[in-house]
């Protein structure tokens, strides 16, 4: 098996969790066969003095299919 990893980044106003689940999401809908997230990142978007959202670094780990030997 041979797998690839990528960087993505997930923002949501309301949580870390929603960043994360935000970008895998996105990322399933063009990528089959994910199978890791590791956040690498986090950080807090501020505006006004307040957090106005979280924005999440992660790497992504899919399999990728060789057509050939399935």
Known sequence: MVE????????????IEDAVAIAVSRAAVTISGL?????VDT?????NGRIA???VDLRVTFEIKDSLHE
């Open 43 to 47: 950080q807090a978007v501020i505006e």
């Open 4 to 15: 690839k990893t990528i960087d993505l980044t997930g923002t949501s106003a309301n949580s």
């Open 53 to 55: 959202a979280w924005k």
């Open 35 to 39: 199978r890791r997230a590791r956040i």
